[in-house]
């Protein structure tokens, strides 16, 4: 387990290129735009068979 630790470590500090501060915060908002995009789909698409189910069900009910 310590061994692996360590070899994990050694691999971030040597063989990982670490983005920039603005390359970091650039792909943050990136991320947070899509995230909010995706959440608003998802909604939307929900709402839709919602309004949908409510009215087959009350078709049924009639």
């Given at each position: 387990?310590?061994?692996?630790?360590?070899?994990?470590?050694?691999?971030?500090?040597?063989?990982?290129?670490?983005?920039?501060?603005?390359?970091?915060?650039?792909?943050?908002?990136?991320?947070?735009?899509?995230?909010?995009?995706?959440?608003?789909?998802?909604?939307?698409?929900?709402?839709?068979?919602?309004r949908i189910?409510?009215?087959?069900?009350?078709?049924?009910?009639?």
């Amino acid at each position: 387990m310590v061994k692996y630790i360590t070899d994990s470590y050694n691999e971030l500090k040597n063989h990982v290129t670490w983005p920039t501060w603005s390359e970091a915060q650039k792909l943050t908002v990136v991320v947070a735009v899509f995230s909010v995009l995706l959440a608003l789909a998802v909604w939307g698409v929900d709402s839709v068979f919602s309004r949908i189910i409510g009215i087959y069900f009350q078709w049924i009910k009639s």
